[in-house]
């Protein structure tokens, strides 16, 4: 009963801590005396420390058991939270951040594995349901934030996820299972990612995932400018339009939640891709001939839901593949992810025109790589 909430509320402390704070950043900034794009190099910085605790924790997960290792990680994060309000400059603050995304990623990498151990060949159920709830975090985290901002300072926000932390610890303490590590001493760091890698199976799936991230995050870089600038729309209909792509990415994983178990991983990746392409393609055609607003909305909440069908059955296929190696395939994705994530800003900086053209064909370029990369696994499944 308690499983599932309590490893979607440790993935959540990523999001909230990458969230949480956006609403405070030109205040920070203010603070210590800099210009916001300093306090922006905290993200980027977060990100950065995040992909390198993933490289590293995922195989010790699969080493020195993940009940132990996630019950670290939430010490540290919630030890770094509590310590960043007393930076006393804006290096320490960033330098703090990539810290504390280095240690709370020791506890989030574990979710999958344990996933997998539990639900084994219905791993991407049990990843949907978890994914179902974790999404509430990015939902509601700029509000928490604005919130605890109007109340008292952006000190507090910090505080905020120091006593997050900690609260999930003690369920962490009763609820979180020890999972098996059947290849405790079998494997090296570097021979666990060779497992990984080159095993041409999981590379479609592994590719598919980092395709998928480069759209998010094309999504993610670009829809502010899209939704503000470009149809100027308030910060409160942006507010909702934005939860609205939330709520689609959960009932798309509602959704597989219920057909995946009948249909399979496989079933259910082919039908989110030609869902994906077939929005995006409407997308495209949506701006291309500039017509309203309503528009762009109604194509690009299924081309999010479908998407996010394609990551989350993608991620279980690998993850059923690797059950002694669960941790760092993990490692794997999430490093990957944010690699290939981090293009998505310089790739439509370099293509910008001042519409949103060059979005949705990034979007659908990135779809259209997926099909490539499951060529072979679509077409046998006819």
């Given at each position: 009963m308690w499983l599932l909430p309590l490893l979607a509320s440790i993935v959540a402390i990523t999001p909230l801590a990458i969230d949480l704070y956006l609403p405070a950043m030109p205040i920070i900034a203010e603070h210590y005396g800099t210009n916001i794009a300093a306090v922006q190099n905290s993200l980027s910085v977060y990100l950065g420390g995040y992909a390198l605790g993933m490289l590293i924790f995922g195989p010790l997960a699969d080493k020195m058991g993940r009940r132990r290792l996630a019950i670290l990680g939430?010490?540290?994060?919630a030890s770094v939270s509590l310590y960043i309000p007393f930076s006393v400059s804006i290096d320490e603050f960033i330098a703090l951040r990539g810290i504390q995304a280095f240690l709370g990623s020791a506890a989030t990498v574990v979710v999958p594995g344990i996933i997998r151990e539990v639900?084994?060949?219905n791993t991407a159920k049990g990843m949907s349901y978890v994914s179902m709830i974790m999404m509430f975090a990015p939902m509601l985290a700029p509000t928490i934030g604005s919130f605890i901002m109007y109340i008292d300072s952006w000190q507090s926000m910090f505080y905020f996820l120091c006593g997050y932390a900690c609260l999930i610890l003690l369920f962490a303490f009763k609820y979180l299972p020890e999972t098996k590590t059947d290849n405790k001493s079998e494997l090296s760091f570097l021979a666990s990612y060779k497992t990984v890698l080159l095993e041409k199976t999981a590379q479609k799936n592994i590719l598919t995932s980092m395709l998928v991230s480069l759209s998010f995050f094309s999504y993610l870089t670009a829809i502010p400018f899209v939704y503000l600038v470009i149809y100027e729309t308030t910060e409160f209909v942006f507010s909702f339009l934005f939860g609205i792509n939330v709520v689609a990415l959960m009932m798309a994983q509602f959704i597989n939640s219920r057909y995946v178990v009948r249909y399979g991983s496989h079933h259910m990746l082919k039908c989110g891709f030609y869902c994906a392409l077939i929005s995006a393609i409407l997308l495209v055609t949506v701006n291309v001939l500039e017509m309203s607003l309503?528009?762009?909305v109604v194509t690009i909440l299924p081309v999010m839901g479908s998407m996010s069908l394609?990551?989350?059955?993608a991620d279980s296929l690998i993850l059923?593949?690797?059950?002694?190696?669960?941790?760092?395939?993990?490692?794997?994705?999430?490093?990957?992810?944010f690699g290939i994530g981090a293009l998505a800003g310089p790739i439509l900086a370099v293509f910008h025109n001042g519409t949103a053209i060059p979005f949705?064909?990034?979007?659908?370029t990135?779809?259209?790589?997926?099909?490539?990369?499951?060529?072979s696994n679509i077409k046998a499944k006819h």
């Open positions: 939430l010490t540290g994060f639900y084994g060949k309503f528009w762009t394609v990551a989350v059955n059923i593949q690797f059950k002694q190696q669960s941790g760092t395939a993990t490692a794997v994705i999430g490093t990957l992810r949705t064909l990034l979007m659908l990135a779809i259209l790589l997926i099909g490539v990369c499951q060529y």
